[in-house]
């Protein structure tokens, strides 16, 4: 048999398992191979690495794309200068994805504009390239897509959906009351997630008011805390609204400027 048979038939069994980054490296690895006089394991590594590395990257990729979040910036971009109230340590902590690994849950709580959303999508980023399943939505969307499921006869692969991520991001509950239905929708979700997988949750409420969210039902909203707050670590957020903070350097900024234009004139 001669050496370009055998070349073309391990370019048919790259193509048949669809391994196609080596089959493209493979000429000039081959070419590597025989010039360093590399032994057959270290050109079959390092043949074998440029495919998982395309592998891993794509998987990132699709990763990503699934995990819908709504922002590019990551737990660096957070400037905890401007938000003392935010322990950079426990944010670390948080970084290294412990928490997800023993499906405990984060929740965010303060008022708007505090970085809430930024914090629970940075965590997000870091699991998405950690290579874990992560899903971004919305308490309102949520509850939209539970509502369409419940009509459509989809309910069941609806909630094995959000059972799926190792980490499921709730924002914004809170913003708006959830009629009975999105409540017991929201409780299902975080019933069949309980000790099972983690959710990152942001909320505008205080614990205290819950009741207030799930339409005026105290004993839902017990219920959902009582799963929610077993295994969780709780980031209270009391600080001032950083997009005010930044209005309201500009606005000092332009009152200087013109005063000091004034005093001139
Ligand atoms: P919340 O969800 O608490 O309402 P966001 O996370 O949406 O607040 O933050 C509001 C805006 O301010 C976003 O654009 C966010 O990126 C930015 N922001 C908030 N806090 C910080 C911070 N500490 N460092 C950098 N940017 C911040
Ligand atoms: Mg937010």
Known sequence: MTDSSDYQKLRAHLAFLRMTAAAEALPAHLDHAAKAKLTHFAFLERLLAVEVDAVDERRKMSLARFASLPSPFTLADFDFSAQPSVD???????????????????????????????????????????????????????????????????????????????????????????????????????????????????????????????????????AMLDRLLHRSVVVNIDGDSYRMRSHRARADATRRATAAGAAIT
């Open 88 to 222: 950079p340590k426990l944010i670390a902590e948080l970084a290294t994805l412990r928490f997800v690994e023993d499906a405990t849950n984060v929740l965010f709580i303060g008022p708007p504009g505090v970085g809430k959303t930024m914090l629970a999508v940075g965590l997000g980023h870091a699991a998405v390239a950690a290579g874990m399943r992560t899903y971004y939505t919305t308490a309102a969307e949520l509850a939209a897509c539970c509502h369409r499921a419940a009509l459509e006869g989809r309910w069941t692969t609806t909630m094995r959906f959000y059972a799926g991520p190792g980490l499921l991001i709730i924002d914004e509950v809170g913003y708006l009351p959830l009629p009975a239905e999105a409540a017991a929708a929201l409780f299902q979700v975080v019933s069949q997630r309980y000790l099972k997988g983690s959710i990152a949750l942001t909320t505008n409420l205080g614990i205290a008011s819950w009741g207030n969210v799930f339409n005026g039902d105290p004993m839902i909203a017990g």
